[in-house]
Structures are given as structure tokens and as C-alpha cells.
């Protein structure tokens, strides 16, 4: 497989930048969700997609904290869905794993998918928002219908994003192009004099995308979703970053705010940067991740700076010692699934069938001429925020929710992935995950908890109480990195730690789960099991790497009501790793 030459030229096209919507004022708007063209690369032919006020992606909406904005979301989308959805064996016969390959491969068309109509649902991912307006995922707006969803903006500063959020199939609506950027500032930012709007703040949203082939076997410009029958996950072969396929970026020797978005619907980037085939990362500082600001700026990992859908990256690049013309170029070398394992910086830029990585290209920087300089960035950057102590978290109420993979019973089905909610119970004789923690003093604690809902529609058990502090534990089945996210209010991740999972035969079953979990025991395995500094501050989306169990500290402070937590691979989402949480003002509870 000569995978040297590319279908589409790399770094042809310019960034594009969405048009901005900046929002000083109460403000109602009304934004459409439409039907349009889009091009995604100089050579391909333009796609059909649905884009928000027809852009791909949607305008970016940046706002002051503190201002009310409505948003009337008209559902305006006609037609049927703009993807084509296949189911391709993962590997041809010749052994070439072609699910991430271009083009369709043969596979089957999905007749249910083909006849979707647009049902839509907005959710602003990151937003401290009132139940009604969080975008529920299964209130759906019609075509031809609208909603009004209220946002008060009162947090802090962050880069947020508007997305679709249709129970069962938000990854075809969001892969079809319903996505856009929603940014909220605040007086600390300002202070800091980080650069604010264009042309020394850009957002980049990335995001994998394949199209269709025609019968010549050239490329279409038809999106294509493509999955495996044993896979589930899509992981298409080109990036695209704000809706252009490995663009280049023009800077000025200076330094640059990007904000950094994975859109994603299953593929993990680990975003090397490059100049002359050596990594080049010591030029990148992180000043901010999901929840704004980070408490000082770190560096980011020696690996590379690793985003899974739907995390989000502030971060500064500094050009300022760079001769006009200097090319920097960014790189993919996250192998697909991910797990967490590590790779060296090293290997950026070599693609990796195995990894379901073909074209690891994401952008190029190229210098050219302008302001020059840059001033030295501030050493203090969030001041309302501190880390918990785990020490005064002895009395929180602990939550555990099991990620676990059940296979089909039936042939050519693809996995069931389900968020399993835990209680403890020390007595019982049905299935139970016993976790055993390392006392650090004599003895290990043992503790056995039982699966009371797998779901989405299963009972609910979480009342978290409004402004009652709550430690939630997730603990990964699988052999795969889980993107959680919790609705609502970002949580700070308290630890990362390895764990040995020995599930026994038959001990997954449709509502029982069985297992043992040592918690804190060494696995060989190359997934460095540790939280890295830029996790450190306000996080609203984490990573559960496999053989690893992730704490978070989490309290919703202003709004109650229903909202929901999920794994944010949007294939898993789908089918069935979601659960539903009510926030309960605490004088409530005794009549429940
Ligand atoms: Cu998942």
C-alpha cells in the first residue's frame, strides 16, 4: 500500500476563520440551521453538508461574561442527511485496514441513515446553563420548527463550542457539519493582555473527515461515516481544521493565541509540531484547557498535546525568532482506537496503517513578514481557583460508574458500550465489581459495588445535591481511552491511576457486571497513568485511559434539574455510553 502520494495536496489551502458574532450587549439571535455547500479542500468538488447560518463550521460566538444571550435556533435543514454511511469490513483481504482509508471500500450504504431528516438539538458544550436550555437529547426541533434557549454566560473564561446532540444519532449530525465555536471572556483575561480576535487569536477546530469515491475511484466530495461491523468508532483519514482539509497558516514573527478544539467524533489527536523533521514543541506554552485558564502556563507534554473529542487546548506559540519563511508543521501521532499509550515526538509525521492513521498532516505555520516581537507571557494566570486537597475530600460522597464493552450476541453487530452506574454493597450476592485500593497503611481496602443502572433510559440514580462537592469514579472496563463528559459545570480531575481489570469469563452481561479492580498496582502496558500538568486546572471533558481509574471532583453551584453525562466519542454516545443526572436544591430532598 503506497501511501506517499496524497489524494488531495496537503497545505494548499489557507485557514479559514468562522465569521465571528461578538456580543457586547443582551443580545437575542437567531441562528439558522441550514442545508449548504461547502468546499473542504482546493481540489475537491464542493459537499453538501448542514452548517449553522450556513457555515461550516457555525459562526463563533464570542461574548462577555455576565451577558444574557437567547439564541433562536431555527431547524431550516432540508433534505436528507448530506453523509453517506457505510459499514466496511476493517480489513481488505490483503490484510490493508481499510476503515480509514479513503473512499467507501464496498461497504454496504446504512438505508436508515440515508432517509434521516434533520431532526436536530443544540447543546453548548462547557456552558453553566439552565436545564431547559442544555439541549436535552431527545427534544427534538423538526425542520420547519425552532427553540429559544437562554444562556447567561456567568463563568469563567473559556472556549466553549455549540454542537448537535440527537439521542441515537448526534455522530452523523455533527459529522455532517453541525458544530461552531462559542468563546466567553472576562475582565482576568484582559488583564493578562492576551491577544484577543484576529489576527493574533485563532481558533482551530479539528476534526476527521472521508468522502465518497466515484465510480473512476477519485474522490467525491460526498462526506462519508464509515465503520467496521467490528468496529464502531468512524476514524477517517483527513483532517480538517475549521472546515479545510491540512491547511496552512500564515503567521507573523510574533506570538500567536490558538484556541484548539477537537471536534472530533472518535479519533484522539497527540499534536506534535515540527521544523525540518525535528520536533520543535518548546515554542508552545498552554495557558488554558476546557474550563479556562490554567493557574500558570506549563509546557505541554513531551509526547505532544493530546485532545479527544471534545477537549479543548489555550495555547501560545511564539514565532518571534523565526526567519520569513520558516514552515512549521503540526502532525497527528495518536494511534487510532487510542488507549493512552505514549509515542515518541519523533515519529511525527510517519503515517500508521496499523494506528488507522494514513495522513498523520494537520496544518503548516508558514513565517511571513510583519510585526516582530513578542512580549514575555504572564508567569500568574487564573487567581480564582485552587486545587483540592484529597485530604479534606474524606467525607464526599463517592460515585462510581464502570466503562464497559459488552460484546453482540449476534454476528457482525458491533460492541454495546455502556456507562455503568455503582453503589456499594457489601452483602449482596449479585455480580459486583470489587475494587481494591492500596491502604497505604496495614492491609488493602476491599470494597464491592454492584450495577444498578447500564442504559440511558434505566432508572435514575444521581441527585447530586446543588453546591454539595461530590467525588465521581470512573473506572475503565475497556481496553480503550473514554472521553467523559459531565454537562453542566466543569470538575477538577483529582487522580489518574493505573489499575489491573480482571473480568471473568460471562461477566459482562446486559444488566450485571463482574470484575476485580486493584487500583494502584504497576501494568506494563505504555500508557503513562498520570495526570499531566495541563489537566491540573477546571476540566469539563477526561480522559480514562484503559487500565485506569479517573477521579473527579464535581459540584454544580447555580442551576438544578436534568442534564447528562457521557462518554464523548460519538459512536459511544450513540449506542449506549450515556446516563442522565438530576441536581436537587438540598431543600428538596426530603420530599423525594
Ligand atoms: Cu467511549
Not at 466515484?214 to 467496521?228: F, I
Request: glycine share 8%; with cysteine.
Amino acid at each position: 500500500m503506497d501511501l506517499s502520494s496524497r489524494p488531495l495536496s496537503p497545505f494548499v489551502d489557507l485557514l479559514r476563520v468562522p465569521p465571528r458574532r461578538v456580543i457586547k450587549a443582551p443580545t437575542r439571535l437567531a441562528v439558522r440551521l441550514e442545508t449548504t455547500t461547502h468546499r473542504f479542500h482546493r481540489d475537491l468538488a464542493p459537499s453538501r453538508v448542514w452548517g449553522y447560518d450556513g457555515h461550516l463550521p457555525g459562526p463563533t460566538i464570542e461574548v462577555d461574561r455576565g451577558i444574557h444571550v437567547e439564541m433562536q435556533w431555527e431547524n431550516r435543514l432540508s433534505g436528507t442527511l448530506p453523509v453517506v454511511v457505510t459499514r466496511s469490513p476493517i480489513h481488505a483481504a490483503d490484510g490493508v485496514p481499510v476503515q480509514c482509508l479513503p473512499g467507501r471500500s464496498g461497504g454496504p450504504v446504512d438505508p436508515s441513515a440515508a432517509a434521516l431528516s434533520g431532526y436536530a438539538v443544540v447543546h453548548l458544550h462547557g456552558a453553566v446553563t439552565q436545564a431547559t436550555s442544555d439541549g436535552w437529547t431527545e427534544n427534538l426541533i423538526a425542520p420547519g420548527q425552532q427553540t429559544l434557549d437562554t444562556y447567561e454566560n456567568d463563568q469563567r473564561a473559556a472556549l466553549l463550542w455549540y454542537h448537535d446532540h440527537v439521542m441515537g444519532i448526534t455522530r452523523f449530525n455533527l459529522f455532517a457539519g453541525l458544530a461552531g465555536l462559542w468563546i466567553v471572556r472576562d475582565d482576568r483575561e484582559r488583564e493578562l493582555e492576551l491577544p484577543e480576535g484576529p489576527p493574533y487569536e485563532v481558533p482551530l477546530l479539528l476534526a476527521d473527515r472521508n468522502f465518497d469515491t466515484q465510480s473512476d475511484g477519485r474522490l467525491a466530495g460526498e462526506l462519508l461515516h464509515k465503520t467496521d461491523p467490528d468496529v464502531m468508532e468512524c476514524f477517517s483519514p483527513f483532517t480538517t481544521v475549521n472546515g479545510v482539509i491540512w491547511p496552512r497558516v500564515d503567521v507573523e514573527p510574533t506570538r500567536y493565541r490558538f484556541r484548539v478544539l477537537n471536534g472530533s467524533n472518535a479519533r484522539t489527536y497527540r499534536l506534535v509540531l515540527a521544523r525540518q523533521g525535528q520536533p520543535d514543541q518548546e515554542r508552545i506554552i498552554q495557558i488554558g484547557s476546557d474550563g479556562g485558564l490554567l493557574v500558570a502556563p506549563v509546557p505541554i507534554p513531551v509526547q505532544g498535546l493530546v485532545l479527544a473529542s471534545a477537549e479543548r487546548a489555550d495555547i501560545l506559540i511564539d514565532f518571534s525568532d523565526l526567519a520569513v519563511g520558516t514552515e512549521l508543521t503540526l502532525w497527528n501521532n495518536a494511534a487510532a482506537p487510542f488507549n493512552g499509550a505514549s509515542a515518541g515526538p519523533s515519529t511525527a509525521g510517519t503515517a500508521d496503517l496499523d494506528g488507522l492513521l494514513p495522513y498523520p498532516e494537520v496544518l503548516r505555520f508558514r513565517v511571513i513578514d510583519g510585526r516582530r516581537g513578542a512580549t514575555t507571557p504572564p508567569l500568574v494566570l487564573a487567581t480564582d481557583f485552587q486545587r483540592a486537597d484529597r485530604q479534606q475530600l474524606k467525607n464526599c460522597p463517592v460515585r462510581a460508574i464502570a466503562l464497559v464493552e459488552q460484546e453482540s450476541s449476534r454476528e457482525g453487530e458491533p460492541s454495546t458500550l455502556t456507562m455503568r452506574e455503582l453503589i456499594e454493597d457489601q452483602a449482596t450476592d449479585e455480580p459486583v465489581i470489587t475494587v481494591v485500593e492500596r491502604g497505604g497503611g496495614p492491609g488493602d481496602r476491599t470494597s464491592r459495588w454492584r450495577t444498578v443502572a447500564t442504559r440511558f433510559e434505566d432508572k435514575t440514580n444521581f441527585f447530586p445535591m446543588l453546591r454539595n462537592a461530590e467525588i465521581w469514579r470512573l473506572i475503565n472496563l475497556t481496553g480503550d481511552t473514554h472521553p467523559i463528559h459531565v454537562h453542566l459545570e466543569s470538575f477538577q480531575v483529582l487522580d489518574r491511576q493505573p489499575a489491573v481489570v480482571e473480568i471473568p469469563d460471562g461477566g459482562i452481561t446486559d444488566t450485571g457486571t463482574s470484575a476485580t479492580v486493584r487500583i494502584g498496582e504497576d501494568v506494563d502496558d505504555g500508557i503513562p497513568h498520570a495526570l499531566d500538568a495541563n489537566e491540573l486546572g477546571l476540566k469539563d471533558t477526561v480522559r480514562v485511559n484503559a487500565n485506569e481509574v479517573v477521579d473527579i471532583l464535581v459540584r454544580f453551584e447555580t442551576f438544578a434539574g436534568r442534564y447528562m453525562y457521557h462518554c464523548h466519542i460519538l459512536e459511544h454516545e450513540d449506542r449506549d455510553m450515556m446516563r442522565p443526572f438530576v441536581v436537587m436544591p438540598p431543600e428538596l430532598m426530603p420530599f423525594m
